[in-house]
């Protein structure tokens, strides 16, 4: 599908086309589809993972399609102050926390090459960003960049590298408004509060990726692991439970919804390799 690429995005600032939704994905839970994802877990508590019957395909409003997270966290989360340097480092520029916004998804314009041409394999990643958000977009598409390049990443060892453009991708991340998430994260329930990972769409809650959660303390970290853990969905991984007390979280626990008694951790090879 078509996207228009637009200049900076901004609260009122910013050009650009939006897209015409594709019709709603058909999806069942992670538990009966390894390769879906998100920290979606439908309305309840934190337990076992979900689980989802299929639901007829429908078309859907104003964005692509994409994948789900768990269930709704304690508002307490939902909380942000003033700017911080690690804000201004993710693109975020002011702690407004809005629902929704225009619904139509503007690209990030330039391209990156792969730190290492030599990996095993290159997938190519376009950043996205609902118009209307207070988001420097430049600023975000290069910490989503420098998070799956890291060497605690994906690529560690150079076996993926990971290459930005704005044109047509292996692997698209969005960061949008809970609204826009719920609608491209569909028929998984992501509640106004989870992200998603699902057909080469990483969609991002812009709540989250602002406020964090109360489960990392440090919001910097929480960024990274979302990024990596709903790419880490698109790379074919499923969830994961914490393997013990004290000890780090794999990436692929849904650590969104509860870390303990695992510690928070942001990295699919934290050592590096």
Same mark, same amino acid.
């Given at each position: 599908?078509a996207?228009?690429?637009?200049?900076?995005?901004?609260?009122?600032?910013? !050009?650009?086309?939006?897209t !015409?939704?594709?019709?709603?994905?058909v999806?069942?839970?992670? !538990?009966?589809?390894?390769?879906?994802?998100?920290?979606?877990i439908a309305?309840?508590?934190?337990?076992?993972?979900?689980?989802?019957?299929?639901?007829?395909?429908?078309?859907?409003?104003?964005?692509?399609?994409a994948?789900p997270?768990?269930?709704?966290?304690?508002? !307490?989360?939902l909380?942000?102050?003033?700017?911080t340097? #690690?804000?201004l480092? #993710?693109?975020?520029?002011?702690p407004?926390?809005?629902?929704?916004?225009?619904?139509e998804?503007?690209?990030?314009?330039?391209?990156?090459?792969?730190p290492d041409?030599?990996?095993?394999?290159?997938?190519?990643?376009?950043?996205?960003?609902?118009?209307?958000?207070?988001?420097?977009?430049?600023?975000?598409?290069?910490?989503?960049m420098?998070?799956?390049?890291?060497?605690?990443?994906?690529g560690?060892?150079?076996?993926?590298?990971?290459?930005r453009?704005?044109?047509?991708?292996?692997i698209?991340?969005?960061?949008?408004?809970?609204d826009?998430v719920?609608?491209m994260?569909?028929?998984?329930?992501?509640?106004?509060?989870?992200?998603?990972?699902?057909?080469?769409?990483?969609?991002?809650?812009?709540?989250?990726?602002?406020?964090?959660?109360?489960?990392?303390p440090?919001?910097?970290?929480?960024?990274q692991?979302v990024?990596?853990?709903?790419?880490?969905?698109?790379?074919?991984?499923?969830?994961?439970s914490?393997?013990?007390?004290?000890?780090?979280?794999?990436?692929?626990?849904?650590?969104?919804?509860?870390?303990?008694p695992?510690?928070?951790?942001?990295?699919?090879?934290?050592?590096?390799?």
């Amino acid at each position: 599908m078509a996207l228009a690429v637009a200049g900076l995005l901004g609260l009122g600032v910013g !050009a650009g086309t939006g897209t !015409a939704l594709a019709a709603r994905t058909v999806a069942s839970a992670d !538990a009966a589809d390894p390769r879906a994802g998100a920290e979606s877990i439908a309305s309840r508590p934190p337990g076992p993972e979900p689980s989802q019957a299929a639901e007829p395909a429908m078309a859907m409003p104003a964005a692509p399609s994409a994948a789900p997270e768990p269930a709704p966290l304690a508002p !307490a989360a939902l909380t942000s102050s003033a700017q911080t340097p #690690a804000d201004l480092a #993710a693109g975020v520029l002011s702690p407004a926390l809005p629902t929704s916004a225009s619904g139509e998804l503007v690209v990030v314009p330039g391209s990156v090459p792969a730190p290492d041409p030599a990996a095993a394999s290159v997938r190519t990643v376009r950043v996205e960003v609902e118009r209307g958000l207070d988001i420097d977009p430049a600023a975000f598409a290069s910490m989503v960049m420098a998070t799956l390049n890291d060497p605690r990443g994906w690529g560690a060892g150079g076996t993926i590298g990971f290459a930005r453009t704005d044109a047509d991708a292996q692997i698209r991340v969005v960061l949008a408004a809970p609204d826009l998430v719920d609608t491209m994260c569909a028929p998984l329930a992501t509640n106004g509060v989870y992200s998603c990972g699902r057909n080469d769409h990483a969609v991002l809650n812009h709540t989250r990726w602002v406020a964090g959660t109360s489960e990392f303390p440090d919001v910097t970290v929480y960024r990274q692991y979302v990024v990596n853990h709903e790419v880490g969905h698109l790379l074919g991984h499923p969830h994961v439970s914490c393997p013990g007390a004290g000890r780090l979280a794999p990436l692929m626990q849904q650590q969104t919804v509860r870390v303990a008694p695992c510690l928070p951790n942001a990295w699919p090879f934290p050592d590096g390799a």
